[in-house]
């Protein structure tokens, strides 16, 4: 089984460019999640999808946009890239709400120079 | 905003020795879980605790959850090298909006020294 699959796993962008990273799950789970690690601070919810087509702000959404075309894909857009974007990004799936028996991926090291 | 703090910050101890890590808040949540995260991977969901009190074992580790479902502790008996991690606890809000939103601890960073 693949799980959650994340894509880049790393990625150096300059400020002021964009990107998207890649979500991919293929355990047909409705709640998908993205979060940001930053050292010593905990993961913190950007946005969250209750199923295809309903999206939602998580506590720092700033800066960051998301789509949920499909069940199995997820995908985090960057526009206007910041320094402050620096981060481990994480995105998660789980079968039940509240994030409840949520798997993860592998994360995105993403610095922004 | 809810909080849970986890203490202690960092914990370095020998192989064998017991150990408590410890997850506290003043809100209640509807349930909690433990992740536990390797460097340069993403968590891995070890438990989830739903009811007050409830108390969960997985081999060596024995999770509690408090009978007021604000605070939860993770214990480990006859630590291992390969319990090095960090360990995050994560908790759902028990009502009002957000439910979706889980909270997460800063984390444990657990060394184990052979």
């Known amino acids: 089984n693949a799980g959650v699959t994340q894509t880049p796993k790393f990625r150096i962008l300059k400020i002021g460019q964009s990107m998207t990273l890649q979500c991919t799950q293929d355990?047909?789970?409705?709640?998908m999640y993205w979060y940001r690690q930053d050292p010593g601070m905990g993961l913190k919810l950007i946005y969250y999808?209750?199923?295809?087509?309903?999206?939602d702000k998580g506590e720092v959404p700033n800066g960051y946009n998301v789509s949920r075309s499909t069940t199995e894909d997820f995908p985090l857009r960057l526009e206007l890239a910041a320094p402050s974007q620096t981060s481990v990004y994480f995105c998660?799936?789980?079968?039940?709400?509240?994030?409840?028996?949520?798997?993860f991926g592998q994360g995105t090291r993403l610095t922004v120079v | 905003t809810q909080l849970l703090e986890q203490s202690p910050q960092f914990l370095s101890i020998q192989e064998g020795e017991n150990l408590t890590v410890y997850c506290n808040s003043s809100?209640?949540?509807?349930?909690l879980q433990w992740y536990r995260q390797e460097p340069g991977e993403g968590p891995v969901l070890l438990v989830t605790?739903?009811?007050?009190?409830e108390v969960k074992k997985l081999k060596r580790l024995t999770f509690q959850f408090g009978d007021a479902r604000k605070d939860s502790s993770l214990h480990i008996t006859a630590a291992q090298p390969g319990d090095t991690g960090l360990y995050l606890c994560?908790?759902?809000?028990?009502?009002?909006?957000?439910?979706?939103?889980?909270?997460f601890g800063k984390g444990t960073k657990l060394s184990v020294i052979p």
């Open positions: 355990m047909n789970h409705n709640y």
């Open positions: 998660a799936s789980s079968y039940l709400p509240e994030g409840r028996g949520a798997f």
């Open positions: 994560a908790g759902a809000p028990a009502s009002g909006a957000g439910s979706y939103q889980l909270t």
């Open positions: 809100s209640v949540f509807s349930s």
């Open positions: 999808s209750v199923g295809a087509g309903i999206t």
């Open positions: 605790v739903v009811t007050g009190g």
